[in-house]
């Protein structure tokens, strides 16, 4: 079969079973495997403390794909295609001689050598050096690593020092998920191919914009871990922060890694800081207790397996941030994502300003703008709701809202939308930055949170609580509805 990838590559996937690897990249692998996007002389190496072979190894991939590979995308000459790709290596990550299979493996290969780190970040500067030592660091080398790196901007620059004594940085790819959902990338094309949006896209046009991550599972067995980091560390700082930056940043002068990237840090630069009484109103933080989510009974943060009584750690943080900058004076942005809530779902509502002169049914004011709503998950795709007379001869001139709509499942019926980490690993095999975060793009992130847990702690407000299965404190409507707007989802 003829392959669509641009070149061959190896790939050592370190940390090969554990959650990340086997829920997410590679079935992602696969993917590119079934759809000829991996080369035919793409080489694969997994690596593990497991002490397995590679029979081993494939029995249990197998094994795990059963649940996360739909029936229709299971291709039994693709998979073994994929498996046959394989070297598996047990390793040590902390001891250095083991990496010489890694050395051994690659032999002199020219091919450029992507390391994936799907391990805990502390392990990070460690494999770098130990990679660096064996000799397998060279200019064709690319290392990709998750986020969130660090608990806060001290340690994301421990965590970034060392990789940068053995990597460059445009070595790096720091992976942030949603920027990998199509979605997200149409946002790009939305936005800057559209003139429609382009020239509107002000706090001329725009009252207020709505970023909601909402989460119907609690801590899924990983509460030691959820303790030290919370809500705000781990959703705010990694994600919302992202799709924040994409929403305002301005214009690039192109497409590539450096320009976009560039007007993404001119947004975190320009994020008020959120101090003193703006605490009070610009901020809620809250903690799950027991409730209902789907028809079933769910115990309370406090109450899951491991916890520790008298936790203050948030599950739920709703923040209303403001850009000092030109193009967003005076339009707040509500930032809300929570664990435990009615319903899974990630998006972004662009409200805009109705016309300054309203003649039609005074009753239906309160309908009278455009919203653009963009869903990241679990149906991706944008819908634009517009006002139009309503149908029928005794309606007269009154109004009913509708959207325009369109949805990538059923607009691209014949391609399966890919999932994230397909579109990610694409682009690293390609040597394309412009999907992943730079250094600095995390430093100032770390910086606005740092501040602003230090001043919550400061305050030694416990967070407010709220029962499973609801939409988060009452705290956080008031937050909202002080301004004379509510949630999407309450309107």
């Known amino acids: 079969m ?62 795990r794909f059963k649940a996360r590979i739909a029936e229709a995308d299971w291709d039994e000459e693709a998979m073994s295609r994929f498996f046959s790709r394989f070297t598996y290596t047990c390793l040590n990550f902390k001891a250095c001689e083991g990496y010489q299979s890694l050395t051994q493996w690659r032999d002199g290969r020219k091919a450029p050598l992507i390391v994936y780190m799907a391990t805990p970040p502390s392990l990070y500067g460690t494999i770098g050096e130990h990679l660096s030592t064996c000799g397998a660091v060279g200019q064709n080398t690319r290392v990709v690593v998750e986020k969130p790196i660090g608990q806060n901007f ?11 004594r053995y990597f460059s940085e445009s070595q790096l ?28 896209w ?32 781990d959703m705010v700082q990694n994600h919302l922060l992202q799709l924040l930056c994409l929403i305002a940043m301005d214009p690039p002068s192109d497409l590539s890694a450096d320009s976009i990237r560039d007007e993404k840090v001119k947004v975190l630069k320009a994020l008020k800081p959120l101090t003193g009484d703006l605490l009070e109103t610009h901020l809620v933080r809250g903690q799950y207790t027991a409730g209902n989510i789907e028809g079933a009974q769910v115990p309370g943060y406090l109450d899951e397996e491991g916890a520790v009584s008298g936790s203050s750690t948030e599950t739920f943080v709703a923040i209303k941030a403001e850009l000092a900058n030109w193009r967003w004076a005076g339009v707040p942005f509500y930032l809300r994502t929570g664990k435990r809530m009615p319903q899974k779902y990630s998006q972004i509502i662009i409200h805009f300003k109705p016309a300054p002169h309203y003649i039609f049914d005074p009753d239906q004011k309160h309908i009278a703008n455009n919203k653009l709503i963009i869903r990241l998950q679990p149906d991706e795709g944008i819908s634009l709701q517009v006002l139009t007379k309503d149908q029928g001869l005794d309606k007269g001139m009154r109004l009913r809202q509708g959207p325009l709509q369109l949805s990538f499942s059923e607009a691209f019926q ?22 992943f975060v730079r250094r600095d793009e995390v430093e100032y992130a770390w910086r606005w949170i740092d501040r602003l847990i230090e001043s919550w702690e400061a305050m030694n407000v416990p967070p407010k609580r709220y029962p499973a299965g609801s939409w ?19 309107v």
């Open 173 to 200: 790819y720091r992976i942030d998920h949603y920027l990998g959902k199509e979605t997200v990338q149409n946002l790009i094309a939305l936005r800057f191919a559209n003139n429609l949006f382009a020239t509107q």
């Open 414 to 435: 014949a391609e399966r939308v890919p999932d994230a980490y397909e579109r990610l690993l694409w682009e690293v095999m390609n040597g394309n930055q412009y999907l």
């Open 472 to 490: 988060g404190p009452v705290a956080s409507i008031a937050m909202i509805t002080r301004d004379g707007r509510s949630w999407y989802e309450d």
């Open 202 to 233: 002000n706090q001329k046009y725009i009252s207020h914009v709505e970023i909601t991550v909402a989460e119907t599972v609690g801590i899924e067995g990983r509460w030691g871990y959820f303790d030290q980091a919370g809500q705000l560390r």
């Open 154 to 164: 001290a340690t994301s620059c421990q965590i970034n020092d060392r990789l940068a």
């Open 2 to 63: 003829k392959s669509h990838a641009t070149t061959a590559c190896d790939i050592a996937l370190f940390g090969a079973l554990g959650d990340l690897a086997q829920r997410k990249l590679l079935p992602a692998l696969y993917q590119l495997e079934r759809s000829a996007l991996l080369h035919a002389d793409t080489r694969l190496m997994a690596l593990a403390r497991d002490k397995t072979d590679l029979a081993g190894f494939e029995a249990r991939i197998r094994e």
